[in-house]
């Protein structure tokens, strides 16, 4: 209530033209507001710019040390306070890195376990002639490779084995209908259905 009551009186006195400020904050900060007159418009108005200069005056040398300080001290601290926040996050991301709980995570992601080799495949598994579909055993009808072995076969022959056994035809992988890939010759032309 005291505050309210200071704060009125100061703009009241300020309304009255008995102080140069109308709140209690610009008196302790040493802010002094002045009226322009109409006719300190059209003088300013009518003046050149260097003169105008002059109606400012400049700063002294004692002035341009302390804005130079602030501006440094200003700096320091805004320098200080980013390092220390990007320390802290790096710091805590080393902590994180090094955790027990974050190296059995890697060692898991790294230590996968080699596929086993190819399975040796009889000649009457594999046909010898590479157009043809080792299922069926006829010539390939719309190219379909399975993403976990390689080998390519008949969409319709892959699509009924995969769907049934859920494995590779040939090498025994397990495999899902989503491995089946549509193969595209370069020249844009598809083997007879």
């Given amino acids: ?43 300013m108005d009518l003046q050149p710019l260097s003169l105008l200069v002059c109606f400012f005056p ?15 001290v200003g700096g320091v601290a805004f320098s200080l306070s980013t390092g220390l926040s ?29 596929p086993p080799p190819p399975v040796h495949l009889d000649e009457q598994t594999v046909p010898k002639h590479h157009t043809l579909c080792p299922l069926c055993h006829k010539t390939r009808a719309n190219d379909t490779a399975l993403a976990t072995s390689g080998y390519v076969f008949c969409y319709r022959c892959a699509y009924n084995y995969v769907k049934r056994q859920q494995r590779c035809p040939l090498t025994g992988y397990p495999t899902e209908l989503q491995h089946l890939i549509k193969l595209y010759s370069p020249d844009g032309y598809e083997s007879p259905q």
Avoid at 64 to 72: G, V
Avoid at 90 to 113: C, H, R
């Fill in 1 to 43: 209530m005291v505050w309210e009551g200071w704060v009125f009186s100061q703009q009241l006195l300020y309304v009255f033209g008995r102080t140069w400020h109308h709140s209690p904050l610009l008196r302790l900060a040493g802010v002094r507001l002045v009226n322009l007159t109409a006719e300190d418009i059209r003088a």
């Fill in 58 to 72: 400049c700063p002294s040398a004692r002035e341009k040390l302390r804005l130079f300080l602030s501006r440094a």
């Fill in 86 to 114: 990007v320390g802290v996050f790096f710091l805590q991301f080393l902590e994180w890195w090094y955790s027990s709980e974050n190296q059995d995570t890697i060692k898991t992601l790294t230590s996968l376990p080699t």
